[in-house]
């Protein structure tokens, strides 16, 4: 893919317009602020979201690869 192509491609991914449909079609979730989320469904802003640390996945980059391979058997 070139690296025009790749940029029209995001630009389309992250129109709001697909990001709606994204969410109406998909049942994705989406943080830009104007998309509606379908009646019923959790606010994004109530979850919780988990902090990634990047230093203590580090860490445990080996144990994380050895369960990988035990769970998914690849």
């Known amino acids: 893919m070139s690296p025009i192509a ?6 389309y991914l992250f129109a709001p317009e697909t ?4 969410c109406d079609v998909g049942g994705l979730r989406s943080f830009y602020p ?9 606010p994004l802003r109530e979850i919780k979201l988990m902090n990634d640390d990047p ?5 445990q980059s080996e144990y994380i690869k050895a369960r990988y391979i035990q769970i998914f058997r690849v």
């Open 19 to 22: 990001q709606q449909a994204i």
């Open 34 to 42: 104007t998309v509606k989320e379908k009646s019923g469904r959790r």
């Open 6 to 11: 790749a940029r029209l491609f995001q630009h």
């Open 55 to 59: 230093v203590a996945i580090a860490e």
